[in-house]
């Protein structure tokens, strides 16, 4: 199926609500030409050099989602070119965010990675951990948490409801409370096999690569930034 196709079809399939990111890590800049001629304004990468490598080429009012794991000393590569880092998963990070982008007068948008399934190949904090790394954003001047994020683990639909039910029940959660720097709107969750569960569990935001772009050749998506 065509990129034109394979868009029509996932958007049929979202509301109004949900933001659908096409994720378009290794695939060429003709590809996302494509999905912008149709009207897609957001993509997601997660490699920073790849990410800084489309942005200056492709129009200026793409808004870019980084979606991987990022390393401190990439952080200022992204300042005034990522929308969205969804992949905040430390304090050390969280700190090496609010130098970077403060030193630029810049204002850095995340979401906390949350690592629902507690795997050691993924990163993102684990749940009991949220509320230390909280207080840190709160003494933040130029990061702003706009939700959450998780890569859930293989499995099949009911495993993967059960980890969409988990993380949305932790997003209700400190979406009751009141804390300075965040506020929660943002459910990243559900990829090209299980977007559909995902939106059924709560997620307002998708992120879709192969669903949308075709296979990938390079292996390893989901890899460091
Ligand atoms: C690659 C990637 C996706 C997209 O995965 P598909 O299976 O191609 O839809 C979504 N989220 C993250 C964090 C990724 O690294």
Not at 179 to 200: C, R
Request: a neutral charge; glycine letters at 6%.
């Amino acid at each position: 199926m065509s990129i034109e196709e394979n868009l029509n079809k996932i958007k049929k399939n979202i509301s109004n609500n949900a933001t659908l990111v096409a994720v378009s890590k290794t695939k060429p800049i003709e590809d996302i030409q494509i999905a912008y001629d149709l009207e897609q304004r957001d993509f997601g990468e997660n490699k920073v050099q790849e990410l800084i490598e489309k942005e200056e080429i492709l129009p200026k009012d793409i808004r870019w989602h980084f979606i991987g794991n990022l390393q401190t000393n990439k952080v200022k590569y992204l300042v005034n070119k990522v929308y969205l880092i969804h992949s905040l998963s430390s304090i050390k990070l969280l700190k090496k965010i609010e130098d970077e982008f403060s030193k630029q007068n810049s204002t850095a948008n995340l979401l906390i990675q949350i690592n629902v399934g507690k795997e050691e190949s993924k990163s993102g904090i684990y749940e009991e951990d949220l509320l230390e790394l909280i207080n840190e954003v709160e003494k933040c001047n130029s990061c702003k948490v706009m939700g959450l994020m998780a890569i859930i683990p293989k499995g099949n639909d009911e495993e993967n409801r059960f980890y969409f039910k988990k993380m949305k029940s932790i997003f209700d959660d400190l979406s009751k409370k009141s804390y300075k720097n965040i506020n929660m709107k943002i459910l990243s969750m559900g990829m090209t096999h299980d977007y559909k569960i995902a939106l059924e569990e709560g997620s307002n935001l998708i992120r879709v690569g192969e669903g949308i772009f075709g296979k990938r050749n390079i292996v390893g998506g989901m890899t460091n930034g």
